[in-house]
């Protein structure tokens, strides 16, 4: 069962410069989000969307970009990379039914230098 | 806006003893409620969930919590603690519209570092 693949695991990057964190999920879920998590402050929500082509602005949206043309991808944009995006990232994921576990990705670890 | 609590941002405890993390959250609807366990390095696992029934839940590895809905508390309690249980603690809150899509948006308590001393 693969559940929820984010990729890459670790990554480096140089303010300014752009990526994307890839998220996908084999169950047919129609939810999916992206959290970011920084010392102290728990999980924080970036974006998130509830079926291909709807997605909506989460807690802290700004400098992030996100897309859903499938249901099972859910990729997230870093535009022009900061060092306040240095964070760890996770995709989540659940059946949109009330009483349905959400399934989290095992997270991506970024730099921003 | 809702908002969780986690008052504790570290625990020790020893190996053996009882435990007991705090979870507070403040939003007007019933909320549905979880605990997550991460491992350092590692993702979140859910521990046990809360949407409606019995208010005291049972998760994995023996953990307990029990929903207070005139505290608006959610804590989690294990009898005796293991050193594999060392790890940080998360305390979740989503709430439900008429749809049942809102909850996945889960707002997220601090955390709480647990320590086990042998």
């Known amino acids: 069962n693969a559940g929820v693949t984010q990729t890459p695991k670790f990554q480096v990057l140089k303010t300014g410069q752009s990526m994307t964190l890839q998220c996908a999920q084999d169950?047919?879920?129609?939810?999916m989000s992206w959290y970011r998590q920084d010392p102290g402050m728990g999980l924080r929500l970036i974006h998130y969307s509830v079926g291909a082509g709807i997605t909506d602005q989460g807690e802290v949206p700004n400098g992030y970009n996100v897309s859903r043309s499938t249901t099972e991808d859910f990729p997230l944009r870093l535009l022009s990379a900061a060092p306040s995006q240095t964070s760890v990232y996770f995709c989540?994921?659940?059946?949109?039914?009330?009483?349905?576990?959400?399934?989290f990705g095992e997270g991506s670890w970024l730099t921003v230098v | 806006a809702q908002s969780v609590t986690q008052p504790d941002i570290h625990i020790t405890v020893s190996e053996g003893a009882s435990l007991e993390l705090r979870c507070n959250y403040s939003y007007g609807a019933t909320p549905y409620l979880f605990w997550y366990v991460q491992s350092p390095g590692q993702g979140l696992q859910l521990l046990l969930k809360?949407?409606?029934?019995?208010?005291l839940v049972q998760g994995i590895k023996g953990f307990e919590a029990e929903f207070k809905r005139s505290q608006s508390s959610f804590n989690l309690r294990k009898p005796s603690v293991h050193w594999s249980d060392a790890a940080e603690y998360f305390c979740?809150?989503?709430?439900?519209?008429?749809?049942?899509?809102?909850?996945?948006?889960?707002?997220f308590g601090q955390g709480t570092i647990l320590t086990v001393h042998p």
């Open positions: 979740a809150v989503g709430f439900a519209n008429a749809g049942g899509t809102s909850y996945g948006k889960l707002t």
């Open positions: 989540a994921s659940r059946r949109t039914a009330s009483g349905n576990t959400i399934y």
């Open positions: 809360y949407f409606s029934g019995d208010t």
């Open positions: 169950m047919n879920h129609e939810y």
